[in-house]
């Protein structure tokens, strides 16, 4: 692998990404419970047919249209571009791991025969990751930024100037009725989906997480696992996000998350900490400690089993259980980077060769034992 | 919290009213989809289905000028030839003028999915808004100057149009939501 260029002439794959991207840094608002905050736009351009009509040769000419604008209108200090058609399946995988890129574009359109070839791309912004764009996803554009804890107004700040970049040289599909059009109609109007990846133990541990997510249900927002659509709350993390994006401006939005839902949301969680602390403290100490055992004992791990462990170990590193019960001086930057490296991509990406399931097993509890103790 | 029918983990909630009665189910995915409640993977495809099949809207005309006076409800796009019932399989529509083609089947189905949202409001690209930069001052909406005028056209527009097809309850909102924003529906 190589490093990849910012011209964006490369398309040999993603090689030398950054070991901590922005939205495991642990910085930012609320950063206890919020991971990260991310800022979506879907636009697609006017005159260019919507992917599902698209041929193969249509897609091409789109992609080329973007990719002459998306190089050469300054978004960030370094783009690169990355051709997926031409890329090979593991680092499709791990752009999908570090959330670059939906399972979808990984695929290409509807996952069919000959899906793979489908001309389909991602830029980059190196070396944060701040942000990433998708070419000829559902949409023909899909922009993405992302930021450390709660910070869903620098996010959207950021991308509302990548959009107005973008826009003086592309035409957007657009009509004053319905906004920004879409190809699903429910993402039409602004085209904006807010997320927020929130970790959430405390709530699961209460028996009170059922209860968010029927708030939040009620409220119109979409609860999603770490990653995305139809995936599982592993690890006690959820993407919480709005669905509504006509009727809504951006800034009303924006309002509603930021200093509405998020807020209340991290609170219920601080709450169901401090009562499990005060409560239930040998119960949690228990479930702590069993995870950090499982982390530098065990010699065999799943993705899921290692998210499960590395999840109460965040929460034992924010209590002060983990210290206080001689468990280690391990951080919550180290746990929040052993959930990207623990995925499969990146472990194989570690050890540096493919591996079937068992072997990743065996690679995955070794690496993270050898990680968290050497942390500790 | 488990699942009301078997040892799984509950994901899905469903509320109904059987003789003044509130019942609350909490099923697995599994089960949900036994007793045919939609989980929300084809939700927007159900949607469709209820919207365009159900029996308010059995008389869309499948007609290819646009209908008297009405919003256009066409069965084929005439720019990308996407048909509506392609539309209502993938969910996805083809090209920028399927808006205006499925204009009046859209409609309701948007509205719904939208939680009652009819007009865009909000950013506009500045190639629409004719090179004026918008405007920082912000209204008592806690819209801009900018984003609230770009508004108050489209819901106009909507307002004309839900009249001219008879979509009367779709008209009511729309003026109120003009009301709202201090405009006229003049």
């Known amino acids: ?77 370094h783009i690169a571009w990355y051709d997926l058609h031409a890329a090979n399946p593991a680092d499709r995988t791990l752009l999908v791991e570090r959330h670059l890129i939906s399972k979808q574009l990984a695929k290409g359109r509807a996952g069919g025969p000959g899906a793979a070839e489908d001309p389909r791309a991602v830029a980059i912004g190196l070396p944060d990751e701040r942000l990433s764009i998708m070419v000829n996803e559902e949409d023909h554009l899909r922009i993405q930024t992302v930021r450390s804890g709660l910070s869903l107004a620098a996010a959207w700040k950021e991308i509302d100037a990548v959009d107005d970049r973008i826009e003086a040289g592309l035409e957007y599909a657009f009509s004053p009725r319905f906004g920004y059009l879409t190809a699903c109609p429910t993402n039409v109007g602004t085209g904006l989906r807010m997320s927020v990846m929130l970790h959430l133990p405390g709530l699961r541990l209460t028996g009170d997480i059922d209860k968010v997510k029927r708030a939040a249900a009620d409220m119109g927002l979409a609860v999603r696992g770490f990653y995305g659509e139809g995936s599982d709350a592993v690890g006690d993390l959820y993407q919480l996000s709005n669905q509504t994006t006509l009727g809504k401006s951006e800034a009303s939005i924006l309002h509603d998350m930021e200093h509405e839902i998020v807020p209340r949301i991290v609170e219920y969680e601080r709450l169901s900490r401090r009562e499990l602390i005060t409560r239930r403290r040998v119960g949690v100490e228990d479930q702590v400690m069993r995870a950090w055992g499982l982390l530098t004992h065990a010699r065999l791990l799943t993705t899921d089993e290692a998210m499960g462990a590395l999840s109460l170990a965040r929460l034992g590193i924010l209590t002060g259980i983990l210290k206080a019960t001689g468990g280690a001086a391990i951080d919550v930057r180290t746990v929040n980077q052993l959930i990207l490296l623990v995925q499969p991509a990146h472990l194989q990406r570690v050890v540096g060769r493919e591996l079937d399931q068992e072997q990743r097993r065996v690679a995955r509890a070794t690496f993270v034992r050898g990680r968290v103790c050497t942390a500790s | 919290m488990k699942c009301d029918l078997c040892e799984n983990e509950a994901t899905v909630r469903e509320t109904s009213r059987r003789n003044g009665v509130t019942i609350e189910k909490h099923l697995c995915e599994a089960c949900a989809a036994a007793q045919g409640i939609d989980t929300g993977g084809g939700a927007f495809q159900k949607m469709i289905e209820q919207i365009a099949s159900g029996p ?126 201090g405009g006229s529906e003049a």
């Not at chain 1, 011209?7 to 840094?25: I, T």
């Not at chain 2, 509506?84 to 993938?90: A, G, I, L, V």
């Not at chain 2, 108050?152 to 979509?167: G, H, P």
């Open chain 1, 1 to 77: 692998m190589t490093k990849p260029k910012p011209d964006g002439s490369n398309g040999e794959g993603p090689a030398a990404f950054n070991p901590l991207p922005e939205w495991l840094r642990n910085e930012g608002e609320a950063a206890d419970v919020v991971l990260s905050s991310r800022v979506r736009l879907a636009r697609n351009l006017a005159g260019h047919l919507f992917i599902v009509k698209a041929t193969r040769k249509d897609r091409q000419r789109t992609l080329e249209v973007c990719r002459d604008t998306i190089l050469h209108c300054s978004l960030a200090p």
């Open chain 2, 56 to 181: 308010a809207s059995v008389n869309i005309s499948i007609v290819t000028g646009g209908t008297k006076g009405g919003a256009a409800r066409l069965s084929v796009c005439p720019s990308c030839r996407l048909t509506f019932n392609e539309f209502k399989q993938s969910g996805l529509l083809g090209c920028a003028d399927c808006y205006r083609a499925f204009e009046g089947q859209l409609g309701p189905l948007v509205e719904r999915a939208h939680q009652g949202g009819v007009a865009h409001c909000g950013k506009v690209p500045r190639r629409q808004s004719a090179g004026k930069p918008a405007s920082p001052v912000a209204t008592s909406s806690g819209l801009s100057l900018e984003e609230r005028a770009a508004r108050l056209r489209a819901l106009q527009l909507q307002l004309e149009q839900a009249v001219k097809s008879e979509q009367y309850e779709v008209a009511a909102k729309v003026r109120d939501q003009i009301r709202k924003l």
